[in-house]
């Protein structure tokens, strides 16, 4: 049976997620097999497994930091925002319901036999679990009933690490208020902690590591420095989704539409593969402006997002815009830019909406959710997305709903109107030169071949593993856990 190590925040965005990657990555090229788990994920980002379970994104690319394929036992409850109604509840990567967060509390206790079940069977298989926790631990009203933080360590008897962020600001009273809220079976299971996202000299906060352990009694095993790294974020708080990737003059520029409920917007991180393409997340007609690309991505709330940019004057800003310009939709994005979304089964909040008419497509959206991995290739394309004609490709489909042609009722996948081109699927990007082919078509400049976004994603990993090894005390975490 596999040893567990749980990574465990201060807050929300403290790098949990990247950490447990990185880990993943270390021990998996030490030689040990290693799984990432995580036991309930909140996220729009999500991912379909081979056998067309869903499950987190973020756990996926951890997945792939451990050298494993995704699979659904990493992450058995994903929890989908929608609306003011609730969140969707997924249970090993079927759906089960749309749940209010007052129902989900009481439900969720009935989860804990799953969850102990997915993580046994992937702790048969491996060395090492690693585990990234949620939150905080310490949300005292949450407490009771917990199944993600130190309820999860206790019932899986995990090792705890605890990070804190020191680029927020207040990092002591952080890790310091998080142990003096911990009692003393929790605290006793923290056995390190790590400072994290430090910008500048690591060797000007040796004070700072003084005065935490002195005060808190636990080791700092690691000042971990921020790191600019390209991975497929987890959820809202993203440094990526609020930033996005901008710079002055450059070869590509690349707006996107930011919604409400937007979803798998890590269809756009191939992109980043390519050097000096800037990345908008733009919420106003006028911040298109004259890119060189528009992409609209998924959403959880085609209807409600659809509703939102409309009335943010999208509508027109869309429609001059394509006639310039090369448009992309993608999931959501494709069911918006048809004629129209209905929803007769109320699926997402009900009624029907006006899309922005640049697709001969209408859209009917069901409970029930297509979930499925394909492969392919490409029709016949013309300019200004020629450079994919034809080509090869590999991905997933995630969603409700049909979108069918206005002349003859053929439910589509992909389709292009001249500028505008919509398809169903996530991920097409990733395959071998699909992003690169496409960039070179839209580049102001001649392009360079590059790396392959497997190639450069699997660099970024490298990068990241590189930087744990550099900064964390991996042999204390070895020593902790028994395993060299």
């Known amino acids: 049976?596999?040893?567990?190590?749980?990574?465990?925040?201060?807050?929300?965005?403290?790098?949990?997620?990247?950490?447990?990657?990185?880990?993943?990555?270390?021990?998996?090229?030490?030689?040990?097999?290693?799984?990432?788990?995580?036991?309930?994920?909140?996220?729009?980002?999500?991912?379909?497994?081979?056998?067309g379970f869903e499950m987190g994104r973020a756990q996926a690319m951890q997945a792939y930091c451990a050298k494993k394929e995704p699979d659904v036992r990493m992450n058995p409850v994903l929890l989908k925002p929608l609306n003011d109604r609730g969140s969707e509840v997924i249970v090993m990567g079927e759906p089960q319901n749309i749940m209010k967060a007052k129902d989900y509390l009481s439900y969720k206790k009935e989860l804990l036999p799953v969850i102990k079940e997915a993580y046994d069977s992937l702790a048969k298989e491996n060395d090492i679990i690693v585990i990234e926790g949620a939150g905080s631990p310490v949300e005292m009203n949450l407490k009771k009933d917990d199944i993600v933080n130190m309820g999860l360590a206790e019932l899986v008897d995990a090792k705890v690490l605890l990070v804190g962020d020191v680029d927020r600001g207040g990092v002591f009273a952080q890790?310091?208020?998080?142990?003096?809220?911990?009692?003393?079976?929790?605290?006793?299971r923290v056995f390190g902690l790590i400072v994290n996202k430090l910008r500048g000299d690591l060797s000007l906060f040796s004070d700072g590591v003084k005065i935490i352990e002195e005060r808190g009694k636990k080791p700092v095993l690691g000042v971990l420095p921020y790191i600019d790294i390209n991975v497929e974020d987890e959820d809202s708080l993203s440094d990526f989704l609020e930033n996005g990737r901008r710079m002055i003059d450059?070869?590509?520029?690349?707006?996107?539409?930011?919604?409400?409920?937007?979803?798998?917007?890590?269809?756009?991180?191939?992109?980043?593969?390519?050097?000096?393409?800037?990345?908008?997340?733009?919420?106003?007609?006028?911040?298109?402006?004259?890119?060189?690309l528009l992409i609209i991505p998924g959403s959880r709330n085609t209807i409600g997002d659809l509703r939102q940019l409309k009335a943010r004057g999208f509508s027109e800003a869309l429609h001059e815009y394509s006639k310039?310009?090369?448009?992309?939709?993608?999931?959501?994005g494709l069911q918006m830019l048809g004629t129209r979304v209905s929803d007769p089964e109320n699926a997402e909040e009900g009624g029907e909406e006006e899309g922005f008419s640049l697709l001969p497509i209408e859209t009917v959206l069901t409970k029930e959710k297509k979930?499925?991995?394909?492969?392919?290739?490409?029709?016949?394309?013309?300019?200004?997305?020629?450079?994919?004609?034809?080509?090869?490709?590999?991905?997933?489909e995630i969603h409700t709903g049909r979108s069918c042609l206005l002349s003859g009722g053929d439910e589509i996948t992909t389709l292009q109107n001249g500028n505008v081109l919509g398809t169903y699927i996530h991920g097409f990007l990733?395959?071998?030169?699909?992003?690169?082919?496409?960039?070179?078509?839209?580049?102001?400049?001649?392009?360079?071949?590059?790396?392959s976004f497997f190639e450069y994603r699997e660099a970024q990993y490298s990068r990241l593993s590189a930087m744990i090894r550099e900064n964390l005390d991996v042999e204390a975490i070895y020593k902790e856990l028994s395993v060299k």
Not at 26 to 31: A, K, L, M, T
Not at 254 to 273: C, E, H, M, Q, W
Not at 371 to 396: C, D, H, I, M, N
Not at 430 to 451: A, M, Q, R
């Open 175 to 188: 890790l310091l208020g998080t142990l003096d809220l911990l009692s003393k079976s929790e605290r006793r």
């Open 371 to 396: 979930k499925r991995r394909v492969a392919g290739r490409f029709e016949k394309l013309t300019e200004p997305f020629q450079s994919l004609s034809e080509k090869e490709f590999s991905g997933y």
């Open 250 to 292: 450059p070869t590509i520029d690349i707006a996107v539409l930011k919604t409400g409920r937007i979803s798998n917007y890590t269809d756009i991180y191939p992109f980043l593969s390519i050097d000096r393409v800037s990345v908008r997340f733009i919420d106003r007609p006028e911040e298109i402006k004259d890119a060189d």
């Open 1 to 51: 049976m596999a040893v567990s190590l749980m990574i465990q925040g201060t807050m929300s965005n403290v790098g949990k997620s990247l950490i447990t990657a990185g880990l993943c990555r270390v021990f998996s090229e030490d030689g040990f097999r290693v799984s990432p788990f995580k036991s309930q994920n909140m996220a729009l980002n999500s991912f379909v497994t081979i056998e």
């Open 430 to 451: 990733d395959n071998g030169s699909l992003v690169l082919d496409l960039s070179k078509s839209l580049s102001k400049v001649p392009l360079s071949k590059g790396l």
């Open 324 to 332: 310039r310009r090369p448009v992309i939709g993608i999931c959501g």
